[in-house]
């Protein structure tokens, strides 16, 4: 159980192009996702927090506009990137926890964006 | 802001011996101490996970020692293979209330297990 998938797994966009990377929790509903950002050889970063069906919360130096996260479902999140640019090219990870509040987070197998 | 102090960065052990890596806490209050697995180009999966109610946890090969008054937590992995050879995230929750499930990582060990 608490499998979480990504897709696509790798995508290359020409710069000044938007992507959406999709997550989706598929055997559990997930109240609330994250997303991350991977460089290489470096921790996980946590771009943003989203609990379906309200706003996503940003942490501090994330801009919102940039990086749109929707969760419309318990079980889909969506990252837009827009505008992307050579900058942006990263890992982008998501996760998700269980709605009964337990702590426990599980991973998607993470998108790789690069820009052009 | 919260911080979670893991080391080392990396960590060279021969096969079959015991990998140890350390992580040290700030926030007495973090209720919730998970192990991530990551090998290259893919997500962290969760390999243990410990409560500050008990002092050890072990599943197979991997054990979480948690020591409440240090403010420290280790994992141990016993008879280390090469297929062990990863990147190893210590956690630990950095919200409460509403912000269930959020988690401060580590900076990362890279671990390489020689045959």
């Known amino acids: 159980g608490a499998v979480v998938s990504q897709h696509p797994s790798w995508v290359i966009c020409k710069s000044g192009t938007s992507v959406k990377i999709e997550c989706r929790s598929l055997?559990?509903?997930?109240?609330?996702m994250f997303w991350y950002r991977q460089f290489p050889k470096q921790s996980l970063m946590l771009m943003a927090t989203?609990?379906?069906?309200?706003?996503?919360?940003?942490e501090q130096g994330v801009e919102k506009d940039k990086f749109l996260i929707n969760h419309a479902s318990l079980t889909l999140s969506t990252l837009t990137v827009t505008s992307a640019h050579p900058e942006d090219s990263s890992f982008y990870i998501c996760s998700a926890s269980y709605p009964s509040g337990v702590r426990e987070q599980y991973f998607g197998p993470g998108t790789r964006l690069t820009v052009t | 802001q919260q911080q979670v102090k893991q080391s080392p960065q990396s960590l060279i052990v021969q096969k079959g011996g015991i990998s140890i890596i350390n992580c040290a806490y700030e926030?007495?209050?973090?209720?919730?101490f998970p192990w991530y697995q990551q090998f290259p180009g893919k997500g962290p999966a969760l390999l243990i996970a410990?409560?500050?109610?008990?002092s050890e946890k072990k599943e197979g090969r991997f054990t979480i020692s948690f020591n409440k008054s240090a403010k420290q937590f280790s994992l141990h992995i016993m008879d280390s293979q090469p297929g062990d050879s990863a990147t190893y995230f210590c956690a630990a929750p950095r919200g409460h209330g509403g912000s269930q499930g959020n988690l401060i990582f580590g900076k990362g060990t890279k671990l390489s297990v020689k045959p």
């Open positions: 926030n007495t209050a973090f209720d919730y």
């Open positions: 055997d559990f509903q997930a109240t609330t």
């Open positions: 410990i409560r500050p109610d008990v």
């Open positions: 989203s609990n379906e069906g309200s706003k996503a919360t940003y």
